[in-house]
Nanobody, 127 residues
Framework: QVQLVESGGGLVQAGDSLRLSCAAS????????MGWFRQAPGKEREFVAA????????SYADSVKGRFAISRDNAKNTVYLQMNSLKPEDTAVYHC????????????????????WGQGTQVTVSS
């Protein structure tokens, strides 16, 4: 069982930056591929970014490419989402997700591919 706890959300202005953190429990974090998803009011949850457990493979949604960066520190059991140049349309609850991966280079884009989810952290970007 893996427990995920997100932090770092808040209210910011357009153009500002935030760094979200997701702390994971369990001794096998280093073999879990991780992802970030977000859900805006009245919308379905959508993929934001993913990273392999080796940390060398990443993928981003087109809407955040060039502005967001996902990273991980396996020694700290933590995955991060650095968000720059925030826009009002980035307003959402951000969730991290985890799943075991057999290969260090694998990452996953679909929410159904993840087994574990955090409760989420609210990000609000004002114009």
């Amino acid at each position: 069982q893996v427990q995920l706890v997100e932090s770092g959300g808040g209210l910011v202005q357009a153009g500002d930056s935030l760094r979200l953190s997701c702390a994971a429990s369990g001794r096998t974090f280093s073999t879990y591929a991780m992802g970030w998803f977000r859900q805006a009011p009245g919308k379905e949850r959508e993929f934001v970014a993913a990273i392999s457990w080796g940390g060398d493979s990443r993928s981003y949604a087109d809407s955040v490419k060039g502005r967001f960066a996902i990273s991980r520190d396996n020694a700290k059991n933590t995955v991060y989402l650095q968000m720059n140049s925030l826009k009002p349309e980035d307003t959402a609850v951000y969730h991290c997700a985890a799943r075991h991966a057999y290969y260090s280079g694998n990452y996953y884009l679909g929410e159904r591919e993840y087994a574990y989810w955090g409760q989420g952290t609210q990000v609000t970007v004002s114009s």
